[in-house]
Nanobody
Framework: QVQLVESGGGLVQPGGSLRLSCAAS????????MGWYRQAPGKQRETVAV???????NYAGSVKGRFTISRDSAKNTVYLQMNNLKPEDTAVYYC????????WGQGTQVTVSS
């Protein structure tokens, strides 16, 4: 059974950076999109960034210019580089792979606080 394993979360000061990684434990055939989502306490899960297999990207307005999504197709891994982090970026971040099936990571906590 394929699992998505996330890493890279943690505590960072405002203005700092983190890089999240999400790797599939097995091979997923015909991935259409890879994405990152987040959920803050008391809020609904929201889309942060999505990368299509064709290379197109979409970002939430609140992270555009600060976050960058990328992938290593050979490793079935997606990354989220987060720069100039703000307290409002604090959330649990989830990765998602969409092929003929949908796969979710377990979530990694990102806390931005001084």
């Amino acid at each position: 059974q394929v699992q998505l394993v996330e890493s890279g979360g943690g505590l960072v000061q405002p203005g700092g950076s983190l890089r999240l990684s999400c790797a599939a434990s097995g091979r997923i055939v015909a991935i259409n999109t890879m994405g990152w989502y987040r959920q803050a306490p008391g809020k609904q899960r929201e889309t942060v960034a999505v990368l299509t297999i064709g290379g197109s990207t979409n970002y939430a307005g609140s992270v555009k210019g600060r976050f960058t999504i990328s992938r290593d197709s050979a490793k079935n891994t997606v990354y989220l580089q987060m720069n100039n982090l703000k307290p409002e970026d604090t959330a649990v971040y989830y990765c998602n792979f969409l092929s003929g099936f949908e796969f979710w990571g377990q979530g990694t906590q990102v806390t931005v606080s001084s």
